[in-house]
């Protein structure tokens, strides 16, 4: 005898049947049928979610791009978006408006100002579940009057001139769905131009990325070794490559690093070149400067800045440009090939109708994509970049060639010829060994082409080697994670990293060791030199762009101070008298600094020379934010090196000199490393290392 089974029961028994049959896919139904801590007044993210077309979606990615904020959701302004994430992207821009009003009320309008609030008022419940996760991590360092008076000064701030300022989320620590959000195969035109974190490298074994081993210079005696010889450095791919790390929270390797790429990022206020005294062709000026050094008192820092020349565009020579453009296997991702080819658009964008401009792909062969083209044509250009695909191996010696060969058939006699190199690096045919392609470099060099390095990706990346080449091709590297990075190089900085106005240029500094018993120069550990190579004219060394600032610190340890420094010693010479010095030779001087330089059509250098006085009597001297701002980013490359060097320093005293030392700050770069450090020590705080 049969009887019916109710079909809800029935549906029942189906499914536990099948769950028992198939353990991961029960497994996957009972995580999907788990209840998600959402907030009561939100619905689930797959019904809440915000188009790109939606008018507040559009109304604050118009606001990412004016004010350039830090984006902490990755493919914001191609994708859909949970109400979460908006609200992180909101409370990033909130943020970033803040700062801008706190240095001038004018930058950020009242229109842009009554945008924010209405979002923030539409997504206040979604603010208010970013924040109570950070009070609770605050709450135990914050006592109840503390936090009273925060309340009050956030309750009492007028809203008609500055927004009311929201905890900061940082973008490497925020909610699970901003680091669970997948990439998009591909870049969209018209995307925001906003900081996307790239995605991280979850599966070391796939992470193959190089980087050369970097010793921290270490102090000398001034009695045995009193000159210091090193070549001017302009590249500024460490720093950029650094905030990849951080942003996708977690902290750089050490020997990413590189503290003197990281002080270059970013502009200082020195002087102009004078046209006085004769020195009008001078291209460009020496700014010095000495104060107590932040992390030990006891010892002084000394800056030596260098500024190059600005040119108008009215008086910069015509470009005959190769852009070669690694299209390989390997730069199939979003973050390289896509992300090369928005970048090379916004620089055909500044071409000018005497500009000329050549492509040239390789992978498992190198071909030329599109002969030399005037800038007049840039949909031309422009067509022929939007062709590019990637796949195969990676011939890039054979490109290398190629693209010299092009620029030397189009060569502009007093023009500018640059290859400007777009890769992750990961070079695996033909030519390839760092040495092997060294030495292809050094030999174009010489036929007055100059060589422009921009880094992609992650995973794979191959730093050193692409360092490397631009050392050696008298040109400069930058790493480009994002298309606000590549807007920076590729236009803010067009002039500088195009145009050169010095190459070779070396510096080399004598110690008094009356005033100076020990030295140390800061960064530059692969740019250093043999003393005898400064006048060497056919040494190579580094160059300088139009408008660049290359700024160099050295710590110095007063001669009669006892230091904590373990100094290195060095057996009494049986021959030679050692530490014996004239009476007095220097006078109050501290040291000499003298550079060597030749212009771009020259073979033979010229020498500027420039004593540093000693300050000692000044000891009430406010340092410059000049040096303020170089010390905190010196300060924090220490930090992230873990440097033996670092004496006293700590997250607080980075935090300290760069909000002194942040001045103007038009774009904003300044203001972003303030972020940066803030979260790496939360970084800090979550892993217990490097400080």
């Given at each position: 005898m049969s009887?019916?089974?109710?079909?809800?029961?029935?549906?029942?028994?189906?499914?536990?049947?099948?769950?028992?049959?198939?353990?991961?896919?029960?497994?996957?139904?009972?995580?999907?049928s788990a209840t998600v801590a959402v907030p009561t007044n939100q619905t689930p993210p797959s019904s809440t979610s915000i188009l790109p077309n939606h008018p507040d979606y559009q109304a604050l990615q118009a606001l990412v791009q004016q004010y350039s904020c830090v984006v902490p959701v990755q493919n914001f302004g191609t994708l859909p978006v949970t109400r979460t994430e908006f609200a992180a992207v909101l409370n990033a821009c909130v943020?970033?408006?803040?700062?801008?009003?706190?240095?001038?009320?004018?930058?950020?309008?009242?229109?842009?100002?009554?945008?924010?609030?209405?979002?923030q008022s539409e997504f206040a419940p979604e603010l208010a579940s970013l924040r109570s996760p950070i009070d609770e991590l605050e709450a135990p360092n914050q006592n109840t009057r503390e936090r009273t008076q925060a309340e009050a000064n956030r309750k009492t701030q007028p809203l008609s001139t500055l927004i009311a300022p929201l905890p900061s989320i940082s973008s490497g620590?925020?909610?699970?769905?901003?680091?669970?959000?997948?990439?998009?195969?591909?870049?969209?035109?018209g995307g925001s131009v906003g900081r996307f974190a790239p995605q991280a490298q979850t599966d070391s074994k796939f992470n193959t990325e190089n980087y050369n081993r970097i010793d921290d210079n270490p102090f000398h005696r001034v009695s045995n070794d009193p000159l210091s010889t090193f070549s001017i450095d302009v590249d500024t791919a460490s720093y950029s490559n650094v905030r990849r790390f951080i942003t996708q929270g977690e902290l750089p390797p050490k020997d990413a690093v590189r503290i003197e790429e990281m002080i270059n990022y970013f502009t200082y206020n020195y002087p102009q070149p004078k046209g006085d005294s004769g020195q009008s062709d001078r291209p460009f000026s020496v700014t010095t400067e000495v104060a107590a050094a932040p992390w030990n008192p006891q010892h002084k820092l000394v800056q030596v800045g260098l500024q190059g020349k600005r040119l108008e565009s009215e008086t910069l020579p015509p470009s005959n440009l190769v852009f070669l453009i690694d299209v390989s296997g390997s730069m199939d991702d979003p973050n390289k090939l896509p992300l090369v080819q928005q970048s090379l658009k916004l620089l055909v964008n500044k071409l000018r109708p005497e500009d000329r401009v050549s492509l040239v792909v390789y992978a498992g062969n190198a071909g030329l994509v599109l002969p030399a083209t005037p800038g007049s044509q840039k949909s031309k250009i422009l067509a022929a970049i939007d062709?590019?695909?990637?796949?195969?191996?990676?011939?890039?010696?054979?490109?290398?060639?190629?693209?010299?060969?092009?620029?030397?058939?189009?060569?502009?006699?007093?023009?500018?010829?640059?290859?400007?190199?777009?890769t992750d690096g990961d070079f695996n045919v033909g030519v390839s060994s760092d040495a092997d392609l060294t030495r292809l470099i050094e030999q174009k060099r010489d036929q007055g082409i100059f060589l422009t390095v921009l880094g992609f990706g992650t995973g794979n990346y191959k730093d050193g080697k692409m360092e490397q080449l631009a050392d050696q091709g008298n040109g400069n590297y930058a790493y480009i994670d994002t298309l606000l990075e590549a807007k920076k190089v590729l236009v803010n900085d067009l002039r500088g990293t195009l145009f050169t106005i010095a190459k070779d240029v070396k510096?080399?500094?004598?110690?008094n060791p009356a005033k100076v018993q020990a030295y140390r120069l800061i960064g530059y550990e692969n740019r250093l030199l043999q003393n005898q190579d400064f006048n060497d004219d056919k040494k190579d060394a580094g160059d300088i762009g139009a408008g660049h600032s290359v700024t160099a610190l050295y710590e110095i340890i007063p001669t009669g101070t006892k230091s904590d420094v373990k100094l290195p010693e060095v057996d009494t010479l049986r021959y030679q008298r050692s530490g014996e010095t004239a009476v007095n030779p220097g006078g109050n001087e501290l040291m000499q600094v003298k550079l060597r330089y030749k212009l771009p059509q020259d073979s033979t250098s010229q020498l500027i020379t420039q004593t540093i006085q000693?300050?000692?009597?000044?000891?009430?001297?406010?340092?410059?934010?000049?040096?303020r701002f170089a010390a905190a980013v010196a300060t924090f490359g220490m930090l992230l090196r873990d440097s033996e060097y670092k004496g006293n320093a700590n997250y607080d005293l980075v935090m300290n000199l760069a909000t002194q030392g942040k001045g103007e700050d038009?774009?904003?770069?300044?203001g972003e490393f303030i972020r940066l450090v803030e979260q790496s020590r939360g970084l800090i705080a979550k892993t217990g290392s490097r400080e």
């Open positions: 009887y019916p089974i109710p079909s809800k029961m029935w549906q029942r028994v189906s499914i536990a049947t099948l769950l028992l049959l198939i353990p991961s896919a029960g497994i996957a139904i009972l995580r999907q943020n970033r408006s803040n700062e801008l009003i706190a240095t001038d009320p004018k930058i950020v309008t009242q229109a842009d100002i009554k945008t924010l609030q209405r979002l620590s925020s909610v699970d769905q901003l680091a669970s959000r997948p990439v998009s195969p591909k870049f969209r035109d062709r590019l695909e990637a796949g195969g191996s990676t011939a890039g010696g054979q490109g290398i060639e190629l693209a010299y060969k092009i620029a030397k058939q189009n060569f502009l006699k007093s023009g500018n010829n640059r290859v400007i190199l777009a510096i080399q500094v004598e110690f000693d300050d000692d009597l000044r000891t009430d001297q406010i340092p410059s934010t000049n040096l038009r774009e904003g770069y300044r």
